[in-house]
């Protein structure tokens, strides 16, 4: 994992146990953990998600974009690393806001 990957997947970590609270207190997240089996987030979580990354990563990491381009069974498989990659190759696009920005 890279040093960007270990950032981000720590900032996506903090996010997620914001919106699920104590249900994901215990839950040790890394790149394989699944949101659906593993975190058991419901849509409702998704969109809570998606608005903290909207807040962390401003207009350069659309998630809605990124679940819209996958088929059912795979945002039903989503894996947290899959998110870090998309947010990863989001940042290193020409015009992306740094991380950090939008905190």
């Known amino acids: 994992?890279?040093?960007?990957?270990?950032?981000?997947l720590a900032d996506l970590t903090e996010m997620?146990?914001?919106?699920?609270?104590?249900?994901?207190?215990?839950?040790?997240?890394?790149?394989?953990?699944?949101?659906?089996?593993?975190l058991g987030m419901e849509s409702i979580d998704v969109v809570a998600l998606a608005g903290r990354?909207?807040?962390?990563?401003?207009?350069?990491?659309n998630f809605a974009h990124f679940v819209a381009k996958l088929d059912l069974e795979n945002v039903r498989e989503l894996r947290v690393g899959q998110?870090?990659?998309?947010?990863?190759?989001?940042?290193?696009?020409?015009?992306?806001?740094?991380?950090?920005v939008g905190q």
């Open 83 to 100: 998110l870090v990659e998309h947010i990863e190759r989001s940042l290193a696009e020409p015009g992306a806001q740094p991380a950090g």
């Open 1 to 8: 994992m890279s040093t960007a990957q270990a950032t981000i």
């Open 16 to 38: 997620i146990h914001a919106v699920l609270g104590e249900f994901a207190a215990d839950t040790e997240i890394t790149m394989d953990t699944t949101f659906r089996d593993e």
């Open 53 to 61: 990354l909207q807040s962390r990563y401003g207009n350069s990491v």
